[in-house]
Every structure is written in structure tokens, then in C-alpha cells.
């Protein structure tokens, strides 16, 4: 039987050496002692062998065509998952951006070291990795995620920015259009955000002088069409106000929103008017819910 040593394994299935040696110390092949890899029970069992160089030392075989187990090798490389880095050389972007773009769709959140997959990215597939060396934390995705509707349309956004494009309708297209026909966005903010109520401008305001950075009427990114009152990228929030909650059309529409919102488990702030009376106390309680100190 033909063996390979653990990096020219890698090579052969064009995956990085340290992502297998990742790969196999997870799945309980190998462990750590001090600066070298030593095989596992588990790993000797799987049909792993030690060998010995006389300039390099011991070092570990594997075999050429899988293990003991019957698993392939691109089974235990992840050879089928695809990093950040991976995903941004497909979208012709940078692998930094691209994580942002990741944390706007709620799919991962800023770690010490690194990021760390949410639930709502574990739901699409993504796996919580974190370098054998480094300890940094990192995500690998499945490669469906290229055809992912709303990562393709975070580009096809800002494709049509670029050229001009109108915005496409969405399942709320005819009551959204209605609402902003009978309330034109006539109210603007010390920020400058042009919004549609009284309320929603004492809201933006807050969150400016807050020093909370924010965005108005962002498209949420799911399969749904569905656009927020407010985000708040840094932690993923997502901030609704019912201002109208006498108007049994807008309560019909209130309670389809809170459903989405309710299914893929977002960060959601929700505001009313008893709320607005006395919004400084209110609003930073409800931001510290998410760990968004403003005092």
C-alpha cells in the first residue's frame, strides 16, 4: 500500500496543509505535543503510521487511497468548502470585504480572533474552523453558497447602483409602495438620512448622537424581500418602528414582518409610541440587549 506524508497528501488533493492537519486533529486522528504531531489511537486505528527521516525526525503517513474507514481523502479534506478568500476571488472583490459582506447578512460576528459562524450561517452550511497554529477562528463554506441568492445579490445591488438599475419588486412591493406614496420621506436627520415620520427622525437621532453607526430602510438580506427601518451593521441589528399600530392594514403588515424576522432568528429591536416618549431611556436598553453600550 501506497502512503503519503500529511502535507503531500494536501498537495495531491490542492487544499493547504495546515486546513488537513486541521481536518484530521478535529476528527481525532492526530493531537498536539509540543512541536509535533503524534498520532491518536483513533488515528493509528484509521491506518495513519509513523516514519521516521534522519534529517527531519518522525513524521506521519497516510494511506494514498483513503483510510481503514473507507473514507475518501476529499471527504476528511473539506476539499467541497470554500473560505472567504475563495469566495471573493469568485465575486472579483477582497477576502476583508467580503467577510463584511458576511457579517451584514448575519451569516458570521467578529471574534477575538477572528470570526465566528452564526446560527443563521450555520443554517446555509457554514463549519467553525480555527487554525492549528494560530488559533485564529474561521469559516469554510459549502460551494452552493456561490449561488446563494442573497450573497449574489448583495453584487447585483451594487451592479445596479453602478448602471442605474431600479429597485426590483419583492413580496411587500405593492403595500411598500403604497406606504411610501402616503408617506414620502419628507423628514431629514442631523445625519441626513431622509426618513418618513416624526418618530423615526427622534430614532436616527439618537442613534447620531449615540455615536451608534446605522443605516435606514436596508433591504434584510434573506430570500424574502423585506426592508428594515433601521441596521446596525456592528452587531447585525435590525430596528422596527410601529408607528401606526391604530391602521389594521399596517398591523396586517407588522405581523408578516415579525414572522420573517421570527424564522431566521434576527437580531430585531422593536419600537413603539410609548417607547418614543421616552426614547433616551428606552433605546439604550433595549441597544444594550445586544451589547451596544451608547452611555
Known amino acids: 500500500m501506497s502512503y503519503l506524508s500529511t502535507s503531500a497528501l494536501a498537495k495531491e488533493l490542492n487544499v493547504k496543509s495546515s486546513d488537513l492537519f486541521q481536518t484530521f486533529q478535529e476528527k481525532g486522528l492526530i493531537q498536539r505535543k509540543g512541536e509535533q504531531w503524534v498520532l491518536t489511537d483513533l488515528g493509528i486505528e484509521k491506518g495513519g503510521k509513523t516514519k521516521n527521516n534522519p534529517k527531519y525526525g518522525e513524521y506521519i503517513v497516510w494511506p494514498k487511497n483513503g483510510t481503514k474507514s473507507g473514507e475518501s481523502s476529499s471527504e476528511k479534506s473539506n ?19 467580503m467577510n463584511l459582506i458576511l457579517s451584514e447578512l448575519g451569516w458570521v460576528k467578529k471574534d477575538i ?49 453602478t448602471t442605474g438599475k431600479a429597485e426590483s ?14 408617506f414620502p420621506p419628507k423628514y431629514r436627520t442631523k445625519d441626513g ?13 439618537a442613534l447620531y448622537y449615540y455615536g451608534v453607526v446605522h443605516a435606514y430602510e436596508r433591504k434584510v438580506p434573506i430570500e424574502e424581500e423585506l426592508y428594515c427601518d433601521f441596521f446596525i451593521p456592528s452587531e447585525n441589528v435590525y430596528v422596527e418602528y410601529w408607528g401606526m399600530e391604530n391602521d389594521p392594514k399596517y398591523l396586517e403588515r407588522k405581523k408578516k414582518k415579525l414572522e420573517i424576522y421570527q424564522k431566521y432568528d434576527l437580531n430585531l429591536i422593536e419600537l413603539n409610541d410609548d417607547d418614543i416618549s421616552n426614547l433616551d431611556d428606552n433605546l439604550p436598553r433595549k441597544l444594550l440587549q445586544y451589547n451596544i453600550k451608547v452611555f
Open 79 to 97: 476539499g467541497s468548502f470554500l473560505s472567504a478568500t475563495k469566495i471573493a476571488k469568485h465575486f472579483n472583490t477582497s477576502s476583508q470585504k
Open 169 to 182: 419588486a419583492n413580496s411587500f412591493s405593492e403595500e411598500k409602495n403604497n406606504f411610501r406614496d402616503a
Open 193 to 205: 438620512h431622509n426618513v418618513r415620520s416624526r418618530g423615526e427622525v427622534m430614532i436616527d437621532d
Open 113 to 161: 480572533a477572528g470570526w465566528a459562524v452564526t446560527k443563521q450561517g450555520k443554517r446555509i452550511g457554514g463549519l467553525q474552523k480555527e487554525h492549528y497554529q494560530s488559533g485564529n477562528k474561521y469559516v469554510l463554506w459549502p460551494d452552493a453558497i456561490l449561488n446563494n441568492k442573497s450573497l449574489k445579490s448583495v453584487f447585483e445591488e451594487e451592479e445596479d447602483e
